[in-house]
């Protein structure tokens, strides 16, 4: 018995031991193994800012010699330097969790130093479409920060409130003060968007929490505000947050300004009154060219081109995409599934090319409703997505895509891609130029007829009643239709690869030349004026068009009459 009193307490310390050995080796593994991802993080970026300086030198390079194409610098190197900066925001996150981040203060005034910071990102609240205020009490000060940390930190919080404030009466404030004593500066960043839930608020600093940034049509990395976090308490700063869901939120930071705050390491006694704003910050929060926005017609692109919608929530790679390919198509935009789907009613559309992860309405859903309806489950979609897994491209293809391409890829590809698909259907519909006879009428068949089969049938019988009529167009036509103009369009197209003009014209060609197999001697204008041409010689020029002869040619060429 005494012996289980001394061996019980015994092994109880020895499990106690081993278990605090255990934890603490788990702790230096899971620590030496952060230390080790954090080391190939930086390292990485570092990687990746080397060829994107050589990318730079190039675009300067090729701006000096090819300057005609400035909208593509432009382009090149806003996002050039959109990439540095995410790539430096890595960095700096790296650092601050291997405790490398280093504070050095240098004394300025840091009232006209944060001024003209935020000034900076004006650009950027236009683009997000709010008001934006800046005021700073007294106008000038003069006191010690460290001005990369600061910009960071500016240029984070005022960020992420245009992420989530809405255009419609949108406001951010910047307000920046000092204590009584002047040597506490209050950064205040205020703004009246959708609010941050109860819920998410203890996650808020946590790094790559990125919150329900697709809800609003943005884009983020779960980096900025954790970063923010580790910049101002690295400032020897405080940092809270006030919000509330569907009014608003507050960010307000405390930092101190006076010199005695800082130790000898973190003084830069160097640079006195040297504030300047860190360079490429006006590139950071550039929008868009101006030049790109509104990206004109190509005044030699084809009437007959086909009519391309692209679905992207991605400003710059849907003007990108609308920039290359509006040489070869009639190119329609739109950021949302639900815009697109209203774009599609409204206009003649003969193939989508849409984006999967979209805010709202995203491509999957936005297909599937397309081919659940009637009037559109002919129109073909290429379905455009980062998912690179497998499943991800089936689950595509099951929903009704009819082409999937992941990002990154190169523009002539989906160029191809449409071409493949717009051509195939014109295959598939028996488009054939020529002699019309060698055209395949609706056979009429002893099975049932299709749907689409009976509206084309219909169609034909429509415009034949109206034969005669020479202003009878594709309103009147889409009128006696039942349809809209868009979706008697679509579904023509879909069904014959050809626009409800040229479905009209063929028509009355082909009767034409019934009339001219029945009677030979008929006079071209009286024959014209049957089919409904009121000029006898664009009668000829589309008669020639659709069957390579002119109207005396073909006659000649049949002697007999034909059946």
């Known amino acids: 018995m005494e012996l289980l009193i001394i061996i019980i307490p015994a092994i109880t310390v020895i499990l106690v031991v081993f278990w605090i050995i255990r934890v603490i080796y788990l702790r230096s593994v899971r620590m030496r193994n952060r230390l080790q991802m954090d080391k190939i993080f930086t390292n990485i970026t570092h990687e990746l800012l080397t060829p994107l300086t050589v990318v730079s030198a190039s675009v300067e390079h090729l701006r000096e010699h090819a300057p005609a194409y400035q ?27 291997s405790g490398e981040l280093k504070l050095q203060v240098l004394n300025g005034d840091v009232m006209k130093y944060i001024q003209e910071t935020a000034r900076c990102i004006i650009p950027l609240m236009r683009k997000s479409g709010v008001d934006f205020k800046i005021e700073c009490v007294p106008a000038s000060m003069m006191g010690w920060i460290d001005t990369d ?10 960020s992420n409130a245009a992420k989530y404030t809405q255009k419609t009466d949108g406001r951010i404030e910047l307000d920046v003060r000092t204590n009584p004593y002047f040597n506490q500066l209050i950064i205040r960043v205020a703004d009246n968007g959708i609010g941050i839930p109860k819920g998410k608020m203890k996650r808020l600093f946590h790094r790559f929490y990125d919150g329900d940034y697709r809800l609003l049509q943005t884009s983020g990395t779960g980096i900025g505000l954790a970063l923010t976090r580790d910049l101002v308490y690295l400032h020897h700063g405080t940092i809270k947050c006030e919000s509330e869901e569907g009014k608003g939120t507050t960010f307000t930071v405390v930092i101190p300004i006076g010199k005695d705050a800082y130790s000898k390491e973190e003084i830069d006694e160097r640079n006195i009154h040297s504030f300047q704003i860190p360079p490429g910050n006006n590139n950071a929060s550039q929008s868009l060219p101006t030049s790109y926005l509104q990206p ?4 030699n692109i084809d009437e007959k081109a086909p009519h391309v919608l692209i679905i992207e929530d991605n400003q710059e790679l849907l003007v990108m995409m609308s920039h290359v390919l509006k040489s070869h198509y009639h190119v329609h935009t739109a950021t949302t599934g639900k815009e697109g789907i209203k774009i599609i009613k409204e206009n003649t559309i003969d193939i989508v090319v849409s984006d999967i992860m979209m805010p709202g309405m995203d491509g999957l859903e936005m297909m599937k409703i397309l081919k659940n309806d009637p009037d559109y489950s002919y129109l073909p979609v290429i379905l455009i997505s980062a998912k690179t897994q497998e499943e991800d491209r089936i689950e595509a293809y099951k929903a009704g895509a009819d082409d999937y391409l992941m990002k ?27 002699n019309p006879e060698e055209q ?18 219909r169609a034909k019988e429509t415009v034949l009643a109206h034969l005669q009529d020479s202003d009878y167009d594709r309103t009147q036509f889409a009128a006696d239709m039942g349809a809209s103009t868009s979706t008697l369009y679509n579904k023509i197209r879909a069904a014959t690869g050809t626009n409800i003009s040229n479905f009209i014209r063929d028509i009355r060609i082909k009767k034409a030349i019934d009339i001219m197999n ?11 004026y049957r089919v409904g041409f009121r000029d006898p010689k664009y009668f000829s020029t589309c008669f020639k068009k659709v069957t390579g002869l002119q109207p005396t040619e073909y006659i000649s060429s049949n002697t007999s009459p034909q059946t």
């Open 440 to 457: 395949q009428e609706i056979p009429r068949v002893t099975h049932i007829m299709t749907e689409q089969e009976l509206f084309i049938k």
């Open 408 to 434: 990154p890829f190169r523009m002539g590809e989906l160029q191809l891609r449409i071409d493949n698909i717009i051509s195939n259907r014109q295959r598939i519909h028996g488009e054939v130029k020529g």
């Open 149 to 158: 940390k600061i910009d960071k930190i500016i240029y984070n919080l005022l």
């Open 296 to 299: 004109e017609t190509d005044q």
């Open 518 to 528: 029945q009677e030979q001697d008929i006079r071209i204008s009286d024959l014209a």
């Open 71 to 97: 909208q593509d610098y432009e382009m090149m190197d806003m996002n050039i330097q959109r990439m540095v900066r995410l790539l430096q925001q890595i960095l700096e996150a790296s650092k601050s969790q």
